[in-house]
């Protein structure tokens, strides 16, 4: 069975401050996708992010960073120099199959304070 | 810029009422899906389409069914509300099978059931 966890239910902070959500996965699949979406106050989830599983490569966009470690099932994101724009709930996902379902954590609701 | 749209951000139903929930998508995607959203849960799939009249279940489809009779529309139907469907409702669309593309979301419609 797939499953994704994010374990912070609720995370605050004080604008620059650097903040990283965490994401734990299980799957028994060896080709998979992992996903990270933002979901601001409008509602409409906005893709930030696509990694398969065979590129653990640590990526870079912005003050955005993702870092994904398959030794430990996890990919975890990293926000540098919060903004209070940065304001939202972030989901991680995985891909199941090649339908393209996504099996979603229960989200990270970011708070950043000015 | 691929567009999914959502009839109603919001919707009041009475419980026992018949519902449908209309979603349009202008980017000529093979895959529609439809999730639900309530806080801790993350997002759950309900319904998935991968062609016009395809239809399969997701994790949650008791109390549903779906209707795609064009490619661009996918309908969520409720057919006796009750309170415990309420919720926030969201679609995507994506490109098919073997591509491990991102899925495009709509806004969502937040149904409540009284």
């Known amino acids: 069975a797939q499953k994704v966890t994010q374990a912070q239910t609720e995370i605050s902070v004080v604008e620059k401050e650097d903040v990283t959500l965490d994401c734990v996965y299980e799957t028994r699949d060896t080709t998979y996708y992992l996903f990270w979406y933002k979901q601001p106050p409008s509602g409409e989830l906005v893709f930030l992010i696509r990694?398969?599983?065979?590129?653990?490569q640590n990526e870079i966009s912005g003050r955005y960073s993702w870092n994904f470690q398959k030794s430990t099932s996890s990919f975890n994101f990293t926000i540098t120099a919060s903004q209070v724009v940065d304001s939202a709930v972030y989901f991680c996902?995985?891909?199941?199959?090649?339908?393209?379902?996504?099996?979603f954590g229960g989200g990270t609701r970011l708070m950043v304070k000015p | 810029d691929v567009k999914v749209t959502q009839s109603s951000r919001y919707l009041v139903k009475r419980t026992g009422e018949k519902v449908f929930l209309e979603c349009v998508q202008d980017?000529?995607?093979?895959?529609m899906f439809w999730y639900r959203q309530d806080p801790g849960l993350g997002l759950r799939l309900i319904y998935f389409?991968?062609?016009?009249?395809?239809?399969e279940k997701g994790d949650i489809p008791e109390g549903y069914s779906v209707s795609r009779e064009k490619k661009e529309r996918f309908s969520l139907i409720l057919e006796s509300a009750s309170t415990n469907q309420t919720s926030m409702y969201l679609c995507?669309?994506?490109?098919?099978?073997?591509?491990?593309?991102?899925?495009?979301f709509g806004q969502g419609t937040r149904l409540t059931v009284v």
């Open positions: 389409s991968y062609d016009v009249k395809m239809k």
């Open positions: 996902a995985l891909a199941r199959n090649a339908g393209n379902m996504l099996t």
């Open positions: 980017m000529d995607h093979e895959n």
């Open positions: 990694r398969n599983s065979f590129d653990e």
């Open positions: 995507a669309s994506s490109l098919p099978g073997q591509v491990f593309t991102e899925a495009f």
